[in-house]
């Protein structure tokens, strides 16, 4: 007999004893993380981000159960028993069980969302609990969704899920990578995976396809009727589990911000779970705490306390002025952190510029630079300006704008003179000039020959004379010539007629 057939069976005999769904918790210590944490290859504790030494190390948060008192979701909200109405229920086992009550008026009596992330033990256990089959309503294909919003991302080890009572025939585990991101399928569970899902069981995982999420029908089985186990490895089976630090691939699969539980085919004739998160949260190596952030949007969000010269709510990102070099996570052998700009004291701003750190290997471009600066280190002197030999900034060249070149000036602040001018400015005539103009200084050879040059140019203006002169004799010249020619024509045509 088909096995699913089996358990429709095994449910049909416990619905006698008022089924009903119910998620409860008991959240492992911190003690028990640790351990748990060890025997699975983790760091049971956090660790420092800088050494004795002060060198920056890789480090990472504590190990920590990334559910508890974590916010749950229910949907459909009247999905939680006593909501509706007050019910009844029983405890599933061989023997059967007593007659107990859920009202959600009652506080004893009331099993809200909020008891799957509480913290509490085997002697004093609490639960959600769903509305049973008897008010109608939780049969397939109907889906109740448990929602579990961590508060920022969280790097997953694993998801424990202990059912108190049978555990579902069918149900799905789903994550977000991060906020606003679509749910993304992490595993599938089910007695009917082709039926239920279209899905094969245990499709096999190859590197080219690292992030596929299987279908195992592995704990479909109604039995055992209280304590069964389901405990979902992030990185188990995977082929670059091993090699982590280089998988961008597999640091997203382990990534989530929220957790979802989708209960397809309800067992309801009792399922009591322990909702455990094992993992840390998402610092990429730069920080060993969260905190409760003050700048974050939201309820209860949590931020990295980032070290390293890094930033952001996962430490995602160099801190500003802090971008010499590209941004990078933690490993174990080389801790990333991001750099100073070098800006010669001249600027606290800049920007990572990868044209710039391809070619000389650092790429931090400094912005707003000081004192007459710049260059992306600012390393250069705005133009008509000058740096004197062991000072940060620059002085302007101050060049006579008569007796200078132009505005610019060397190294020394030495402006280029015209000719017969001299001074670091260019202010002033050198020995045999005088009267500094446009052209320069005049020499002073010029007073001694004052005659020749007066002489000289009195006959250039006579030869000036002279041709205009004879231009406008010319000119006459040529028009009588006209009125000659005018002349003798009029003779001829008198002529002519005659």
């Given at each position: 007999?088909?096995?699913?057939?089996?358990?429709?069976?095994?449910?049909?005999?416990?619905?006698?004893?008022?089924?009903?769904?119910?998620?409860?918790?008991?959240?492992?210590?911190?003690?028990?993380?640790?351990?748990?944490?060890?025997?699975?290859?983790?760091?049971?504790?956090?660790?420092?981000?800088?050494?004795?030494?002060?060198?920056?190390?890789?480090?990472?948060?504590?190990?920590?159960?990334?559910?508890?008192?974590?916010?749950?979701?229910?949907?459909?909200?009247?999905?939680?028993?006593?909501?509706?109405?007050?019910?009844?229920?029983?405890?599933?086992?061989?023997?059967?069980?007593?007659?107990?009550?859920?009202?959600?008026?009652?506080?004893?009596?009331?099993?809200?969302?909020?008891?799957?992330?509480?913290?509490?033990?085997?002697?004093?256990?609490?639960?959600?609990?769903?509305?049973?089959?008897?008010?109608?309503?939780?049969?397939?294909?109907?889906?109740?969704?448990l929602t579990l919003r961590l508060?920022?991302?969280?790097?997953?080890?694993?998801v424990r899920l202990k059912f108190?009572?049978?555990?579902?025939?069918?149900?799905?585990?789903?994550?977000?990578?991060?906020?606003?991101?679509?749910?993304?399928?992490?595993?599938?569970?089910?007695?009917?995976?082709?039926?239920?899902?279209?899905?094969?069981?245990?499709?096999?995982?190859?590197?080219?396809?690292?992030?596929?999420?299987?279908?195992?029908?592995?704990?479909?089985?109604?039995?055992?009727?209280?304590?069964?186990?389901?405990?979902?490895?992030?990185?188990?089976?995977?082929?670059?589990?091993?090699?982590?630090?280089?998988?961008?691939?597999?640091?997203?699969?382990?990534?989530?911000?929220?957790?979802?539980?989708?209960?397809?085919?309800?067992?309801?004739?009792?399922?009591?779970?322990?909702?455990?998160?094992?993992?840390?949260?998402?610092?990429?190596?730069?920080?060993?705490?969260?905190?409760?952030?003050?700048?974050?949007?939201?309820?209860?969000?949590?931020?990295?306390?980032?070290?390293?010269?890094?930033?952001?709510?996962?430490?995602?990102?160099?801190?500003?002025?802090?971008?010499?070099?590209?941004?990078?996570?933690?490993?174990?052998?080389?801790?990333?952190?991001?750099?100073?700009?070098?800006?010669?004291?001249?600027?606290?701003?800049?920007?990572?510029?990868?044209?710039?750190?391809?070619?000389?290997?650092?790429?931090?471009?400094?912005?707003?630079?000081?004192?007459?600066?710049?260059?992306?280190?600012?390393?250069?002197?705005?133009?008509?300006?000058?740096?004197?030999?062991?000072?940060?900034?620059?002085?302007?060249?101050?060049?006579?704008?008569?007796?200078?070149?132009?505005?610019?000036?060397?190294?020394?602040?030495?402006?280029?003179?015209?000719?017969?001018?001299?001074?670091?400015?260019?202010?002033?005539?050198?020995?045999?000039?005088?009267?500094?103009?446009?052209?320069?200084?005049?020499?002073?050879?010029?007073?001694?020959?004052?005659?020749?040059?007066?002489?000289?140019?009195?006959?250039?203006?006579?030869?000036?004379?002279?041709?205009?002169?004879?231009?406008?004799?010319?000119?006459?010249?040529?028009?009588?010539?006209?009125?000659?020619?005018?002349?003798?024509?009029?003779?001829?045509?008198?002529?002519?007629?005659?």
């Open positions: 007999m088909p096995s699913i057939v089996v358990r429709q069976l095994v449910t049909l005999f416990l619905l006698s004893f008022w089924p009903f769904i119910c998620l409860g918790t008991w959240l492992e210590t911190p003690t028990e993380f640790a351990r748990r944490d060890a025997s699975s290859g983790h760091f049971p504790t956090h660790s420092e981000c800088y050494n004795s030494q002060g060198t920056a190390e890789q480090c990472v948060p504590e190990f920590e159960n990334a559910a508890f008192r974590k916010p749950v979701e229910v949907s459909p909200t009247e999905f939680t028993c006593g909501v509706r109405r007050p019910s009844r229920f029983r405890h599933q086992t061989r023997a059967g069980g007593a007659d107990l009550h859920c009202d959600a008026r009652i506080a004893d009596q009331s099993h809200p969302p909020a008891l799957l992330t509480d913290f509490n033990d085997e002697t004093n256990a609490t639960w959600w609990q769903s509305i049973t089959m008897e008010e109608g309503g939780v049969q397939y294909p109907t889906t109740v969704n508060g920022k991302a969280y790097e997953i080890t694993y108190a009572n049978p555990r579902p025939e069918s149900f799905v585990l789903y994550k977000k990578t991060k906020a606003g991101d679509a749910w993304s399928p992490w595993q599938y569970y089910s007695g009917s995976c082709r039926a239920t899902f279209d899905l094969p069981e245990r499709a096999p995982i190859l590197r080219a396809n690292e992030t596929i999420a299987q279908c195992t029908g592995e704990f479909a089985d109604i039995l055992p009727l209280r304590g069964g186990n389901i405990v979902f490895s992030t990185l188990e089976g995977r082929p670059s589990a091993g090699n982590l630090e280089e998988s961008d691939v597999l640091q997203d699969w382990v990534t989530a911000t929220e957790i979802m539980v989708s209960l397809v085919r309800l067992n309801t004739n009792g399922d009591e779970i322990d909702f455990a998160v094992g993992g840390r949260c998402k610092c990429n190596g730069h920080a060993n705490r969260c905190v409760k952030s003050s700048t974050e949007p939201g309820e209860a969000q949590l931020a990295c306390d980032c070290q390293h010269n890094t930033a952001g709510v996962d430490c995602q990102q160099c801190a500003p002025f802090f971008m010499d070099r590209p941004w990078r996570r933690a490993t174990e052998t080389e801790a990333n952190e991001c750099l100073p700009c070098n800006c010669n004291g001249l600027s606290n701003r800049c920007f990572f510029d990868a044209k710039l750190f391809e070619k000389t290997a650092h790429g931090g471009h400094c912005i707003d630079c000081a004192g007459n600066t710049q260059g992306p280190h600012c390393e250069h002197c705005l133009p008509d300006h000058w740096r004197r030999h062991g000072e940060q900034h620059c002085r302007p060249c101050q060049c006579n704008q008569i007796g200078a070149v132009d505005g610019q000036c060397d190294e020394g602040g030495q402006c280029r003179c015209k000719a017969g001018v001299e001074g670091q400015f260019c202010d002033r005539c050198a020995d045999g000039y005088h009267d500094i103009g446009p052209m320069g200084c005049s020499s002073n050879d010029s007073s001694t020959n004052g005659s020749k040059e007066v002489e000289l140019k009195t006959k250039r203006l006579q030869m000036a004379e002279f041709d205009i002169q004879y231009k406008r004799r010319s000119v006459e010249l040529v028009e009588l010539q006209i009125v000659e020619l005018q002349r003798k024509l009029g003779r001829y045509e008198v002529e002519a007629e005659g």
